[in-house]
């Protein structure tokens, strides 16, 4: 962790014009449209008429589910490149099914992500080297199952929102013109589950990831994608 280059002179927007992270909203965007696509030409209450060994439908048993998962955290960290961005979270989410459709979720992840170093924060300000910036993320989640208490061949997709914290590591380097610091972030997302089992499921999320950055002399809301696989093993208690 820290500086990976020596110092060198390299203008921000020279940097900048190299930083090339994902569409987040699109991301997004696309996925929601497909969870809602799936669901408008059949609603549960398509289950009549289907002899029960062959409905689409399945019950998802009630529980808590463990999903360990991996992710890429993309974005351009922000006007200055300074804040963490373009690099692999892992981690861990615990679910509980509170009801039928909802469900809360708890997520404990860790990163190790690109940041940029500057001498200044001013326009065209000096990039003095690339470090890996070291950050934790813990946040908790509401969760909306679009397809109910149940799948639909196997399919379970969801629209959901977290509110989290994170702190990253400090950087000597900084020389105090920027410090990430503790944030608090939000955390819309889309995603979807594909059941093999009952009790084992794949997880999907895409999701927006919303801080803001603050600098000597001024704040910004930066927004980073959030794009997450994992695999999911449900028990009971």
């Known amino acids: 962790m820290g500086e990976r280059f020596g110092k060198r002179t390299v203008t921000l927007n020279e940097v900048k014009g190299t930083i090339s992270g994902m569409a987040p909203f699109a991301a997004l965007r696309v996925t929601v449209t497909l969870a809602l ?25 009630k529980g808590h589910t463990f999903t360990p998962f991996a992710a890429y955290f993309a974005g351009d960290g922000g006007r200055f490149g300074v804040a963490p961005h373009n690099g692999q979270v892992y981690g861990f989410r615990y679910d509980i099914r509170t009801g039928s459709t909802i469900q809360m979720g708890l997520l404990l992840g860790h990163g190790e992500m690109d940041r940029l170093i500057l001498d200044s924060l001013v326009a065209g300000g000096v990039v003095t080297g690339l470090a890996d910036q070291s950050t934790t993320f813990v946040e908790a989640d509401i969760q909306l199952n679009l397809t109910g208490g149940k799948t639909w061949n196997r399919l379970a997709p969801f629209i959901g929102t977290g509110i989290g914290l994170a702190w990253a590591e400090d950087i000597p380097a900084d020389r105090g013109v920027f410090e990430l610091g503790t944030k608090f972030y939000f955390a819309p997302h889309a995603g979807l589950r594909v059941f093999v089992t009952d009790r084992i499921h794949l997880r999907g999320d895409a999701r927006l990831i919303f801080w803001k950055l603050d600098y000597p002399n001024s704040s910004e809301w930066d927004t980073s994608g959030w794009y997450q696989a994992g695999l999911g093993f449900g028990f009971s208690l």
């Open 37 to 61: 696509a799936l669901l408008a030409p059949r609603a549960l209450p398509a289950q009549v008429g289907h002899p029960p060994g062959s409905s689409p439908y399945r019950d998802i048993p």
